[in-house]
């Protein structure tokens, strides 16, 4: 049984008020580590490290150059013990080893992008009147209150802790409370490459205690959450007391438009990799799929039909083309949908169930479900469910299509199949969305920036932007000919 404790100031160290939380592992609900469970007091310590740590310069003021070497050395480690780690990962979260791995890859790439970035030009100069040399420098923004989901525990920490890390940060983590295990795995990784102490800081717990002092404190400048919009807005308010700087990477309902001249096989595909993918756990999921009338019937029979076949199992099982839910509360919250949808009077045409047959039984597994006569005021169209759960419906043309994505109070992600290009532009620069696709769907690069409109979130990580996050921009006037001004004339 692992024993995961908290990392602060350099030192492994158990909750204060020596609380102990089960770590379960949602394929057989049996629990396989065990955490301690820190307070807001364990936070504040933490906090007040971070602050101490960023105010001697330790980190902050190391040449960006030297901050990066350690940044490549934890994406070495991290490919070092990718088997470790994405196995774990998938004790912790349930998710399939091949969605794992992708996990532990795009970690590793994440730190070595930072890496890299951290040591190119940045600042600026401006050409302006006077004999004046004015010039703008980013710095690091000072100590960052990083919080975040469980759904992919190992790649969101390394989203964040990256980027603010590079820039020359001090850091308090928060991992989910239900997935802490290969976020501690990180820390460990952290220590080894030699980070100096109360730089990087791991305290685990509830959201309510640990994450409410990481957004209440005065002493961070920074609040980086990913997940879900009621947990944003809390923060929100919480850092109007200090107006502390806060970025929100939340929840989505994202619509997935197909045209009826798309190539239909790969719609289907990418359809059903849209939204079963991760069990449905990923913020951009294509949960509202928008098909176009005339090939809606063939497209839902044709949808269902492969729906059936996925193959629902245990993560660790090779076999296993879907995994569990991360908890049972979780899977209840789906169930629950799904009787919602029953109750509005959608038509429940594939799964619907808990699957508790061949040795599942203990497991928070739910079939792939599919709605379908669904209107956009039900709550199952209109609600994040966070699981295998596809409404489908059907759209007259172009303007209808782009009225319903939009008709959302989220905006995170959005697709469109067509084989028609301008039209595939066209709808995609209407849709109210920051993360887009044509004719596909789930590609996500470092490079580029992650996050939505409307109650999807505040700011962008990954790419630039990501980098920008974490920092401050300062602007410097500098005179070149001293000399009395002679403003006032006495
Ligand atoms: P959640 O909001 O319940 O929890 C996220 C984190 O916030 C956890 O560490 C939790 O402990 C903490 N937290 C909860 N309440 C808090 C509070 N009052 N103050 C401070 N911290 C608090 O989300 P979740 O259930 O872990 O994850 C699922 C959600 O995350 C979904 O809505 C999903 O869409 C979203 N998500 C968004 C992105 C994105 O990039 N936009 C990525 C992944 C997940």
């Known amino acids: 049984m692992l024993n995961l404790r908290m990392y602060i100031n350099g030192e492994w160290r158990d909750s204060t008020s020596k609380g102990t939380q089960d770590v379960i592992n949602p394929s057989n609900g049996e629990v396989f580590a065990k955490a301690t469970s820190g307070n807001s007091e364990d936070a504040k310590v933490a906090i007040e490290i971070a602050r101490r740590t960023f105010d001697s310069g330790i980190w902050s003021e190391m ?27 998938t004790f912790d979260n ?7 791995g992708y996990d532990v890859s795009d970690a590793a790439a994440c730190f070595r992008y930072y890496a890299g970035l951290i040591t190119k ?43 603010a890390l590079a820039a020359g ?42 994450g409410n002092e990481i ?20 923060i929100m308010r919480a850092a109007a007391e200090n107006i502390t700087n806060i970025s929100l990477e939340l929840g989505g309902k994202s619509p997935n438009i197909i045209f009826s001249d798309a190539n239909f096989e790969a719609a289907i595909d990418y359809a059903l990799y849209g939204i079963y993918f991760g069990t449905g756990q990923v913020c951009s999921a294509g949960s509202r799929i928008l098909v176009e009338e005339s ?21 660790d099982n090779p076999n296993t083309e879907m995994g569990p839910l991360v908890s049972q509360e979780h899977m209840e919250s789906v169930l629950d949908y799904i009787k919602i949808g029953q109750q509005e009077g959608a038509s429940l045409v594939c799964g619907g169930y808990r699957v508790e047959k061949d040795g599942l039984e203990k497991g928070y597994f739910v079939a792939p479900t599919v709605f379908t006569d669904v209107t956009s005021e039900m709550r199952i169209v209109q609600e994040e469910i966070f699981g295998p759960v596809a409404v489908i419906q059907s759209f007259r043309d172009e303007q209808e299509a782009i009225y319903l994505a939009n008709n959302t109070k989220y905006g995170l992600a959005g697709s469109v199949f067509t084989n028609d290009g301008a039209k595939a532009l066209r709808v995609i620069k209407k849709i109210r969305a920051g993360i887009t696709y044509v004719n596909t769907y789930h590609l996500g690069f470092v490079e580029a920036p992650w996050g939505g409109y409307k109650q999807s979130g505040i700011g962008r990580g990954l790419g630039t932007f990501g980098l920008q996050e974490f920092q401050e921009t300062k602007q410097i006037n500098i005179n070149l000919q001293v000399e009395p001004i002679g403003w006032f004339e006495n």
Not at 169 to 184: C, G, H
Not at 215 to 231: E, F, Q
Request: proline content about 8%; charged content about 25%; glycine content about 8%.
């Open 63 to 89: 040449p960006n150059s030297e901050r990066a070497l350690y940044l490549f050395k934890i994406a070495d480690k991290i490919e070092e013990k990718r088997e470790e780690l994405l196995r774990l990962e």
């Open 94 to 100: 349930g998710k399939t080893l091949r969605e794992s």
């Open 121 to 163: 030009p940045d600042g600026q100069t401006y050409n302006v009147p006077g004999p004046v040399q004015a010039m703008v420098v980013q710095e690091p923004i000072g100590v960052c209150g990083l919080i975040v989901p469980w759904n992919h525990p190992l790649l969101m920490s390394a989203w964040k802790i990256a980027p």
């Open 169 to 210: 940060n001090t850091i308090v983590f928060k991992p989910s409370e239900m997935t802490p295990v290969t976020a501690t795995k990180l820390f460990e990784i952290i220590e080894e490459v030699g980070i100096p102490d109360g730089v990087v800081n791991l305290v685990m717990g509830p959201g309510r205690e640990v």
């Open 215 to 234: 957004a209440t404190n005065p002493l961070v400048d920074k609040i980086s959450l990913i997940g879900g919009t009621n947990t944003g807005r809390h």
């Open 295 to 315: 090939i809606y019937q063939q497209f839902v029979e044709k949808f269902v039909e492969r729906a059936k076949k996925i193959r629902v199992g245990a993560g």
